[in-house]
DNA sequence: TGCTATAGGATCATGTATGATCCTAAGTTT
DNA sequence: AAACTTAGGATCATACATGATCCTATAGCA
């Protein structure tokens, strides 16, 4: 994705360019419900660093899948949104949840056994 | 996918471990119409090595989305094919490959400019 | 005997993704 | 004036994915 025209085989190596990665689809996940600020992201996410928050971001927001919303203050406020396009993600990656917790309780016996209960409350699709 | 209980927060995760890196999505587009020996995979996947082509297989077949059919014969024959279980993948692919094909257009102007061709008799998703 | 065909193992090299840590700007509050 | 807050840049280190190249077993056939 980084590279001008790239080849691609299939559309899926696309769309994989666009959203694999260790975090993209987590971030995604976060802000699939409503915008978030860098640190709710942060606080969300714990394990990621700043860096590697701050690069997933860029990434998604060139790719056209969010917006970044700037306030001019201080101390700074940054917001991150789904574009509408983004938005056209939600039903491929939510086929791709369903399968993916399918495979957790086939591999592992019980989903929730791998699944962190971070988001207990929430559905995970 | 490779240490004994990885934590996932979302079901994606798991997806993209079984089906993202180079390959995979490749390997399985082709084995998705019908079972292949080695050969014929590498030669429908020319750039690939034998050594990445061995690995992505025996991972799929670790994942259980592919079974390795072995032919007791000099030379060796072994042929690939999805499994029930692999098949299942096939409606989430095929969601994800539709939106790739979008996204190319979106960002390239025409898809096409930036699909090989080596399957312009099939359809690509 | 020596050659061919097929699947894949072994070794070494490189590239890309990820991570840890420290630094900056500039208003606001004390 | 000093400390605080937020977003994120810069640097260096490491881990993991991918790649190039060479080697092997074995039966059949010239």
Redo the contacts with the bound molecule.
């Keep these: 994705m980084?590279e001008s025209k790239k080849k691609y085989r299939i559309g899926v190596e696309a769309a994989l360019d666009v959203i694999s990665?260790?975090?993209k689809s987590i971030v995604f996940y976060h802000l699939a419900t409503e915008k978030k600020?860098?640190?709710e992201l942060k606080n969300l996410i714990p394990?990621?660093?700043?860096?590697?928050l701050?690069k997933q971001?860029?990434e998604l927001e060139r790719d056209g899948i969010i917006n970044?919303i700037i306030y001019k203050q201080?101390?700074?406020?940054?917001e991150y949104e789904l574009t509408e396009y983004g938005r056209s993600l939600k039903t491929a990656l939510n086929y791709f949840c369903e399968w993916g917790e399918t495979h957790l309780d086939k591999v592992y016996g019980d989903k929730n056994s791998v699944l962190d209960n971070f988001l207990d409350n929430e559905k995970h699709c």
């Design positions: 980084t990665g260790k975090w600020r860098t640190n394990q990621i660093t700043q860096k590697m701050t971001l860029r970044r201080i101390p700074p406020k940054v």
